[in-house]
DNA sequence: AACGATAATGAAAATCGTTTTCAATTATAA
DNA sequence: TTATAATTGAAAACGATTTTCATTATCGTT
């Protein structure tokens, strides 16, 4: 996968290594749609390279965010699940039933946001937006769920 | 404390009984203008109750979470604090010097964010939204501050 | 192609936050 | 005051993450 190609090369331009596990890791995040768990990750990438380390998927994904090719998830669920970054200032849509995620702008909410803070004089610096809902091919899925 | 008694008042409602330790950990967490985690309760509750065990921390917050009284906050730092809860719908702008955390009014994005789902094909049922920055306080500190 | 320095690996142990177990204590309704 | 059942804190158990360490493998240099 093209994503995947030039992670490694991120990789190797900031001075590490290219092993048989950071390409199996590597190439399960870069093309998952949803976010993973250092766990799933593990699981996933075990059938690539069989070898693989619990221990050193960790170790992958701390070098992966530093270099600001994944990004944490926080949900409900737990705040310990990566997804691919995305390029520029953008926002999360969740599907609550699949986890399929998707990205959104939000360059135009930056003065809403500033004006918001203005009200209780507070500078806003930064800001977290996520949607939770149901993606198009869970939408008629969701009713036959026992909930 | 008002907002105090009044969540006693709901845990007695609710066949909980009033204890030395809950009566503790109700007035630190209620009158706290800042998210707290588990242990900074427990520190600040023994003061107190010194008696108070780390172990019914834990349980008195999450009959408060239960009870609709306190809600999870969710930071960079990470994603156990605890906060009061607002009424009715309401979002969160935190100061990244001192915590300090005040809610704001949120009702009039909720249109906005189903358009932004649309146009994915999702049909948004949450959101998330939390704004970071400095308080009043905070803005002149913090050019003295060691970054 | 072989070498050597050193980064990266996986297994096991350590650690941290949280939950469970359990016997003793205490709030509350009768 | 008493009886019952909820609550307590200490200790043990637990799961996720991190650290330690001896071994292995990458990659620039030869």
Redesign the pocket.
Known sequence: MAESQDWLTQL?AHG???????RAVVQVVASSARAL???EVYDAARTA?P??????V???L?KLEELGLIQRVHQEQGC?AYLPHAQGHQHLLICQRCGRAVYFDGDDLTALFARVGDEHGFVVREHWLQLFGLCAKCQPEVNRDVS
């Open positions: 190797k590490y290594r290219l092993t048989g596990a950071r768990t250092p766990v390279y070898a693989l380390g619990l221990v050193t960790y170790r992958t701390e310990n």
